[in-house]
């Protein structure tokens, strides 16, 4: 007779400050497991070797680290409120149709700490704050990406493609790196919003090749 598992209600009850409610997806090799997570406030969450699918949930996450290790999808407008930290050693897809996961005005952080990454889908996604780590390079396939405040890129490859990585906030020193750079083809780069009569950086370079790394510094004459 063959099991129907359908859904699987957890609580953990290790502070009351607030909840989270999850929807994920796990696919195994004769059968998909849906189950719903709701807890409470935790140091650290992790989910080992599977994809986190978000199906449509409201997910708020008010300052605790997830740890990934697997891919994150969105569709069916799933989001995410974010004021913790989302750690991913998978690719990122968007398949929303006009929701671009992470709600604006949070100060959370998204980690790519896996090896070669990807963020991809039918939609723009938008991070609060964007950090690349891990091994690798880290790719924008046939997408372009917003950036609300900070954009780490540490001595890692961001390859936009034909694409533009867009970083909204005016800063001069949201764009974060060591080595890193990002590399791009055509008509794709790095954007970057100004507001001050002061010089800002654009760490771009390739790795076709030999390793080239170019700098640009634009310094407005006016805020």
């Known amino acids: 007779m063959k099991k129907s598992i ?29 189950f ?11 989910f080992s070797q599977i994809n986190f699918l978000n199906n449509g949930q ?20 799933g989001s995410i409120s974010n004021a913790g930290n989302f750690y991913i050693t998978g ?3 968007n398949n929303n149709p006009t929701n671009n996961i992470f709600s604006p005005g949070n100060n959370g952080w998204v980690h790519l700490d896996g090896a070669t990454q990807t963020i991809s889908g039918s939609s723009l ?8 780590s891990g091994t690798g390079i880290k790719q924008l396939n ?3 990406t917003e950036i609300e405040d900070s954009l780490s890129l540490n001595d890692r490859e961001f390859a936009v493609g034909d694409n533009t990585v867009f970083v909204m906030a005016t ?4 764009v974060i790196q060591t080595n890193g750079f990002v590399s791009s083809t055509n008509d794709g780069g ?7 009569a002061s010089t800002y950086s654009f760490p771009v370079g390739s790795s076709i090749g030999t390793v080239r790394f170019r700098p640009i510094d634009i310094t407005p004459n006016s805020a």
Do not use: P
């Open 125 to 132: 996604t938008y991070f609060n704050n964007l950090e690349l």
């Open 142 to 144: 046939n997408i372009d």
């Open 36 to 46: 719903t997570i709701v807890f409470f406030s935790l140091s650290t969450f992790s």
């Open 171 to 174: 800063g001069l020193g949201v």
């Open 91 to 93: 690719n990122l897809i």
């Open 190 to 196: 790095l954007s970057r919003n100004t507001l001050a």
């Open 6 to 34: 359908r859904y699987f209600v957890a609580a953990i009850s290790l502070s009351i400050n607030a909840y989270y409610i999850f929807k994920i997806k796990l696919l195994e090799t004769t059968r998909s497991l849906y």
């Open 58 to 77: 409201s997910i708020s996450n008010t300052g605790i680290d997830f740890v990934i290790n697997g891919d994150i999808i969105h569709q069916n407008n």
